[in-house]
């Protein structure tokens, strides 16, 4: 059992698992704002020895080396990669404390987003049809680029309406040649689909100016990563064409002062985060508690 566990900032978790944290550690505080800096975020640790945060802040050494006693730190978010992360895993490593992160929580939510506004988009539904007149999915070219868990639900979903699917990875996956996915070049799936979805880790960037130059123009791109995917200025000149930019947050966007383009089209709001996904978050954070500790709970 932890001595003293703190969440620096809301975790999103449900109300009943928020009790159970108090299972877990003697002392429990959660703090229901985002600190500002790294000062405040050692000032919320204090001298706790286990930690817990969401993806809204970035806990890093200058942090950490503040607060002697931690030794766990659970990420109430994605963790895919130590380069993705929002905590400094390599530094925390380096001092012994266990970082946890979880995934494949709020995919379904995303999914039902790209669906609902590409559909909108083609058949015209409070806007002009896509190409002048409704149309459906069926047929479509769609290129996915990045086909993990919720890429490969974002395809699969696809496919179902009829879309023609084409998808750039590390390396070419069975089971989506079962499917009859297409892996493609990245340059050839740019310039082959009419739809590309985004799909990729925090930080990383796989568009640059060649590639939005083989992307050419008549095209809709859809981003579900936590940041841009692209490099701005290449990105912008893009935008100036007969182009659609769909995201979800201003994050993923690359910032609100893309926000009032013509041609971006952003909800301003997680997709991922549904009733639903809150369930699946608060269930995985709790058990990666009890893995650690070896606590086992109701």
């Not at 892996?183 to 739809?195: A, I, K, T």
């Not at 981003?223 to 100036?240: H, I, M, R």
Request: include cysteine; aromatic fraction near 8%.
């Amino acid at each position: 059992m932890f001595r003293k566990l703190v969440a620096i900032e809301p975790i999103s978790l449900i109300p009943s698992a928020e009790q159970k944290l108090d299972s877990f550690a003697r002392e429990v505080t959660l703090y229901h704002d985002i600190p500002d800096d790294d000062n405040e975020i050692a000032h919320r640790i204090g001298d706790a020895d286990a930690v817990l945060l969401s993806y809204t802040s970035h806990l890093g050494k200058p942090a950490l080396e503040q607060c002697p006693n931690v030794k766990y730190i659970g990420m109430c978010c994605s963790l895919y990669s130590p380069e993705s992360a929002n905590v400094d895993i390599h530094y925390a490593n380096s001092r012994g404390i266990t970082v946890t992160g979880i995934r494949d929580y709020g995919d379904e939510g995303v999914v039902e987003y790209v669906i609902s506004e590409l559909v909108r988009c083609l058949h015209g539904f409070d806007q002009e049809p896509w190409d002048g007149m409704a149309r459906e999915i069926t047929g479509i070219k769609a290129g996915i680029i990045g086909l993990g868990k919720s890429g490969g639900m974002i395809a699969d979903a696809l496919r179902f309406f009829g879309a023609e699917i084409s998808y750039f990875a590390r390396s070419e996956k069975e089971d989506a040649k079962a499917k009859g996915y297409r892996f493609l070049p990245l340059d050839d799936l740019l310039y082959e689909s009419e739809v590309i979805c985004c799909c990729l880790n925090r930080n990383t960037i796989l568009l640059h100016e060649a590639q939005f130059k083989k992307l050419g123009n008549k095209k809709i791109l859809f981003n579900t990563g936590l940041s841009p995917a692209w490099d701005e200025v290449p990105f912008l000149q893009w935008l100036q064409g007969d182009n659609l930019c769909f995201c979800d947050t201003a994050g993923a966007l690359g910032g609100e002062h893309l926000l009032n383009h013509p041609n971006v089209r952003c909800m301003q709001t997680s997709t991922g985060r549904t009733r639903q996904a809150f369930g699946r978050l608060s269930e995985k954070v709790l058990r990666n508690l009890s893995d650690y500790t070896g606590i086992r709970i109701q």
